[in-house]
């Protein structure tokens, strides 16, 4: 009988292989010799799958082999070992036991001296069943390892994937990040486009207008002009760079998972299940404006632009009715040849009931309100910072303060265990009853009870002392004083909502004021005059 025989060839690194013992080129070697030997007279064609698991199934090269198995150009299939042809105990056995005698398909595996040409029996034979379980078994043991040590390496701020567009891997360090001068000035006009109110479809279509090339491109060519015009900016893409932090300074990592060694498929996760180590290398946008971009995402406001316009307006999505809570609508009006802009209750416009007092109001009454309140805004922060410099010692004085209750907790925590520990040896001597013993155990683990609160309350005190010299966001809002206008970036950057009633401002409030208002009150405490 004329054997048609394929070779087939497997190796990966995710499944620990040996890449000296288990080379191509030695796996290449053996198989010829083996057919060389055995097989003087038959055709043979190597199928190779490089750098793909054996837990699934679905690859090229096998794929292609099953296809000439089912067309009937082969009958043989010979490979290394029973490793290499797979490592899924119930894929694999299907395969021997049912699909391969079905297509009359004679199987052998060298390492395994199996030959189902000469022993019918040997595919379902018990040693064959319990090599493919150890193999899967190897598998899972392997896969678990992997994932701890990737986690670990994340949580150690370490970049183990590619780096993303916009940086490149340290040639001293491939787990670090240095960036990418050739490409580090379109992550700021995206940033920056999108903070002004530009959405991420007209983003897209600006940047493949300008002809800059995407992504996978650029990874490819190494040039930032596109060379391809099928390859494009999508949308997609652009919003997931924008909730990178890696733009930050950080290394972001963990956001998607698989079920499990076998099963491949992506699972994405929660932005709060995801590995995120701060100030890890050179950021390329700073932490304002990414937070307003953040904020944009993830909040109410909507970064859509007008139709045939490039941005959006300037208090577009910040505009609240107060009386029923629903947004605003821009309505333009052209009255004795000047054009007028009016926000109204969108409620309230639409025909809607439930609105007692709709909001209705120009949009220069709110510009120029917005102007002096986001002014008036800036400079009360100027000099809280600067309350906050000259309150560095008193600051500092608590601090040592509250280091000082907990040194003192924990050493009254001391002798309150010790003070058990000998009740305990007075009860097993026979000095004190068990019930005397019982009664003292509950009084000491009260009072350690109350220090272990009490060193909590410190900590968080101290805790919150070191975010008060932390005036980083202070700064932020520093930065944002204006000097002829209001712009997108600033009303978005400073502000939360703009509350409207009837035909006034009601109230604006701005971003981060809990934490503005917690200074005020502990300067107030301190004895500063605000």
Known sequence: ??????CYIRISREDGDNFENDSIINQRKMLTQYVDQNFEESDYEFYIDENVTGTKFDRDQFNRMLENIQKGIINCIIVKDLSRFGRNYIYAGMLLEDFFPKHNVRFISILDNMDTFTDEDASTGLIVRIKNLMHDNNSREISRKVRASHALMRRQGKHISHAVYGYMKD???????????????????IFEWYADGIGVIRIAQKLNAMGIAPCAEYRRTRCINSTDETKTWRPTTLRKMLCNYTYVGCVHQGMRTTRNYKDRKTIYLDINDHIIVENMHEPIIDRTLFEAVQKILNSHIKARTANHREYVYLFCGLLRCESCGSGLSRYPTRRNGKEYVYYRCRR?????????????????????????????????????????????ADINADVFEYKERISQAKAYMENQGALKCAAYEDWKLGVISKDDYLMIRREVDCRTQKQKEEIKRMQNRIDFCFGLMDTGFIDEIISCRINDKLTRN??????HSISIKEKSIAVIEFNNSERIDALYQYLSNLGVTI
Do not use: F
Request: aromatic letters at 8%; hydrophobic letters at 40%; glycine letters at 2%.
């Open 490 to 495: 600033t009303t978005v950057k400073l502000i």
């Open 171 to 189: 040639p001293y360090d491939k787990y670090k990040l240095v960036v990418d001068t050739n490409v580090a000035h379109v992550i700021k006009w």
């Open 348 to 392: 309230y416009s639409q025909g809607h009931k439930g609105c007692a007092h709709p909001a209705s109001i120009r949009h220069d009454h709110v510009y120029h309100a917005v102007m002096h309140a986001v002014q008036r805004h800036i400079e009360s922060c100027i000099a809280l910072k600067h309350d906050l410099l000259h309150s560095d």
């Open 1 to 6: 009988m004329k054997w048609n025989i394929a």
